[in-house]
T-cell receptor, first 108, second 113 residues
Framework: AQRVTQPEKLLSVFKGAPVELKCNYS??????LFWYVQYSRQRLQLLLRHISRESIKGFTADLNKGETSFHLKKPFAQEEDSAMYYCALSGGYQKVTFGTGTKLQVIP | DAGVIQSPRHEVTEMGQEVTLRCKPISGHNSLFWYRQTMMRGLELLIY????????DSGMPEDRFSAKMPNASFSTLKIQPSEPRDSAVYFC???????????FGSGTRLTVV
C-alpha cells in the first residue's frame, strides 16, 4: 500500500522566515514524488517533482529514502506563498496518492 | 493545449437528482483521475483509469457513484441519486509518464441542496 503523511494541517510563518512543509511516505517500491500547490479556490498545480531536482518559486524538496521523506523547503517565505500544499506519491499503474495537505499561511 | 477541461464549473442541484460531471483530459495522456475535495476530508481519489480502463475504484464512496471513460478523450462521473453530503469540488486530472506529474482541471463545484 502507498501512503503519504503530512503531519501539519496548518503552518503559519512570518514573511521572510524559513519554511519547511513535512511529507513522509510509505511505499515498497521506488516512488515518484511530487509537490502540488493550490492557491485560494484554484486548481491544483504541479509545483515540483523529485526526479527533476529543480527549484520552483524558491522551493526545493529532497527525497530522503532513508527517512522516507520529501520535505518542501524555502529559505524566505513570501506572502504570495500562502496556499494549500499537497505532497503526492505515484506508484504502480500510475496511481497517485495525495497527502491531506498543509495550509501555509505567511503573516506579513 | 487547453489543459484538462471540466464541465460544468458549478452545479447546483436538488437532492435526489442525477448529476453528471464531465472531463476532457489532455490529448496523449493515458491516465485519468477523479478526485473529490472537501474541507473535512481533503483530497480523496475516487477512481482512476489507465488507457481507458478503470484500474482502481476503491475510493468511490457508494454505488450511487459511477464513472466511465468511453474513449481516450472523455470521462464522466455520475452521481445518482445525489445527496447533500456529496457537495464538494470534484477534480479531474490526467497524466502521461508518471515522472512528469499530473495536470488538474479547474474542478466542478457541486452543491446539492
Amino acid at each position: 500500500a502507498q501512503r503519504v503523511t503530512q503531519p501539519e494541517k496548518l503552518l503559519s510563518v512570518f514573511k521572510g522566515a524559513p519554511v519547511e512543509l513535512k511529507c513522509n511516505y510509505s511505499y515498497s517500491g521506488s516512488p515518484e514524488l511530487f509537490w502540488y500547490v493550490q492557491y485560494s479556490r484554484q486548481r491544483l498545480q504541479l509545483l515540483l517533482r523529485h526526479i527533476s531536482r529543480e527549484s520552483i518559486k524558491g522551493f526545493t524538496a529532497d527525497l530522503n529514502k532513508g527517512e522516507t521523506s520529501f520535505h518542501l523547503k524555502k529559505p524566505f517565505a513570501q506572502e504570495e506563498d500562502s496556499a494549500m500544499y499537497y505532497c503526492a506519491l505515484s506508484g504502480g499503474y500510475q496511481k497517485v496518492t495525495f497527502g491531506t495537505g498543509t495550509k501555509l499561511q505567511v503573516i506579513p | 493545449d487547453a489543459g484538462v477541461i471540466q464541465s460544468p464549473r458549478h452545479e447546483v442541484t436538488e437532492m435526489g437528482q442525477e448529476v453528471t460531471l464531465r472531463c476532457k483530459p489532455i490529448s496523449g495522456h493515458n491516465s485519468l483521475f477523479w478526485y473529490r475535495q472537501t474541507m473535512m476530508r481533503g483530497l480523496e481519489l475516487l477512481i482512476y483509469f489507465n488507457n481507458n480502463v478503470p484500474i482502481d475504484d476503491s475510493g468511490m464512496p457508494e454505488d450511487r457513484f459511477s464513472a466511465k471513460m468511453p474513449n481516450a478523450s472523455f470521462s464522466t462521473l455520475k452521481i445518482q441519486p445525489s445527496e447533500p453530503r456529496d457537495s464538494a469540488v470534484y477534480f479531474c486530472a490526467s497524466g502521461g509518464r508518471t515522472t512528469y506529474g499530473y495536470t488538474f482541471g479547474s474542478g466542478t463545484r457541486l452543491t446539492v441542496v
